[in-house]
């Protein structure tokens, strides 16, 4: 097993802070030279060998020093994956959506309530969704433009990350507890192959509070994760999946590698990387 081990450049973390975690894991940290990430810098600490108490201690050494990590099988390739499937919401952009379109209503800080309490798990997400919603009855559907033109940015590491898988061949799936809206952009701007989300009602140009059809939730996340691998001949251990929320750990489950990115504690627990300070692309240096 490896340990790889990254940082923002931005951070300049100590050799000597490098050297005690690969001490740690009973090695020495070798820079990685070929590294893709441009912001980050990477280094690798061969042959450690796996235990769950030397996560913990890597973990909490890792997080004060402001480095990620992953403990990666070195045989391990990109090309051993056919499907990156990401979030939206906190994961592929930096911002909520419902919470910004609530700002245009004054109703921010009850709607994010609502939404960080969701993704912490401790409301079940359709009630949350639809609650949430709710809130957003008779605004002007012009907000979601708004929205999208002034706040919407993408996550760091992003474009890198993408540009970089589909010249690898890998498909994309974009699914969502977000809105079409905002996913049939992302799928246009960046070239995305797949996208699911929930449809907003509108009438005469304004929000009713509702969404159009079933709801993307957890289990739909998983399942739509499912379909797309049906679709392109590839089975879920094929297929990388990113998020941040509760309502992502079903999909993330059945991938074969789960990444939870700038994540919540019920995710970063259960995913198999976390990345807390590099970003999206941290993944490109965990597989050959």
């Known amino acids: 097993m490896n340990l790889i081990l990254q940082a923002l450049k931005s951070t300049a973390v100590a050799q000597s802070g490098i050297d005690a975690i690969a001490a740690l894991a009973g090695g020495k940290a070798d820079k990685l030279a070929d590294a893709r990430v441009p912001d980050a810098d990477a280094w690798r600490v061969a042959g450690v060998t796996f235990s769950d108490e030397l996560k913990a201690k890597v973990d909490a050494a890792c997080l004060a020093a402001k480095l990620d990590y992953a403990f990666v099988d070195p045989a391990r390739k990109l090309a051993d994956f056919r499907l990156v499937a990401m979030d939206m919401d906190s994961t592929l952009i930096t911002i909520e959506c419902i919470d910004e379109i609530a700002d245009m209503q004054g109703l921010k800080p009850q709607v994010a309530e609502i939404t960080e309490a969701a993704m912490r798990g401790e409301i079940e997400f359709n009630e949350s969704l639809t609650r949430r919603v709710a809130l957003l009855k008779g605004l002007d559907a012009a907000a979601l433009q708004r929205v999208y033109d002034e706040r919407l940015k993408l996550s760091p590491g992003a474009e890198n990350m993408l540009r970089t898988i589909q010249a690898a061949g890998l498909k994309t799936?974009?699914?969502?507890?977000?809105?079409?809206?905002?996913?049939?952009?992302?799928?246009?701007?960046?070239?995305?192959?797949?996208?699911?989300?929930?449809?907003?009602?509108?009438?005469?140009?304004?929000?009713?509070?509702?969404?159009?059809?079933?709801?993307?939730?957890?289990?739909?996340?998983?399942?739509?994760?499912?379909?797309?691998?049906?679709?392109?001949?590839?089975?879920?251990?094929?297929?990388?999946?990113?998020?941040?929320?509760?309502?992502?750990?079903?999909?993330?489950?059945?991938?074969?590698?789960?990444?939870?990115?700038?994540?919540?504690?019920?995710?970063?627990?259960?995913?198999?990387?976390?990345?807390?300070?590099?970003?999206?692309?941290?993944?490109?240096?965990?597989?050959?």
């Open 173 to 288: 799936l974009l699914v969502s507890g977000g809105f079409t809206f905002f996913t049939d952009r992302m799928k246009t701007r960046l070239g995305l192959d797949y996208t699911h989300s929930n449809t907003l009602e509108i009438v005469d140009g304004k929000l009713t509070g509702r969404v159009v059809g079933g709801i993307v939730n957890a289990e739909e996340k998983r399942a739509t994760v499912e379909r797309v691998c049906r679709e392109i001949g590839a089975e879920p251990a094929q297929a990388i999946v990113m998020g941040d929320g509760a309502n992502d750990l079903k999909m993330m489950g059945i991938s074969g590698l789960s990444v939870a990115f700038r994540a919540k504690p019920v995710v970063r627990a259960q995913a198999d990387v976390g990345l807390n300070f590099v970003g999206l692309d941290g993944i490109l240096n965990l597989l050959g």
